[in-house]
């Protein structure tokens, strides 16, 4: 099957906008996702953070040939800091897209994530008509991120984790939309 590659344009969000990530943020996501509990919380952040890893997933979100849109959470416009954590979406079959998240640990319980996620779901870049998500069941915080914008419950999995080195049990969550 063919992938198809949407343009990835900059969504505006009350606090920050969300666009493609430049070689210039390598240095502030790294330091982000080097933090232990950034990785935990992941599925495929490494802990220790291996050096260029942040660099090759930044030539994977520049890539043309890629099914997955990343963006940074950037906030510089708005007096923030200029990469508060990334949001991507992850091309699924039958008109479906998985929305990934991390927020660096600075911000918190400030509701970043949950604006970057409902920026995402009503930009719907990909016209997904149901978006997914997952959460490591140890993370209840994220899971309140989903709830709050709309996502509903939909069963246990697991998934492996990187920085954990184990299978994890998860949440999954679901959205459909309105196409």
Known sequence: MDQVVFEQTPITA????????????????????????VAR?????????????????????????????VWIMDGSAFGHAEAMGVISCDNMDR?????????????????????????I??????????????????NPGSARVLTNCGFEYLGDAEAFSVARNATTPTWTYTLKTGL
């Open 95 to 119: 008109a479906q897209s998985e929305i990934f998240y991390w927020v660096a640990p600075a911000f918190w319980n400030t509701g970043i994530a949950s604006e970057a996620v409902r920026a």
């Open 14 to 37: 009350q606090r920050f906008v969300l666009r493609a990530p430049r070689k210039s943020d390598a240095g502030l996501i790294a330091m982000y996702a080097s933090d232990e509990r």
């Open 121 to 138: 779901i009503d930009a719907n870049p990909r016209r997904a008509k149901r978006f997914f998500a997952e959460v490591f069941q140890d």
């Open 41 to 69: 919380g992941s599925r495929a952040i490494p802990h220790p953070l291996p050096p260029g890893s942040v660099e090759a997933m930044i030539l994977r979100a520049q890539s043309t040939e890629r099914t997955e849109d």
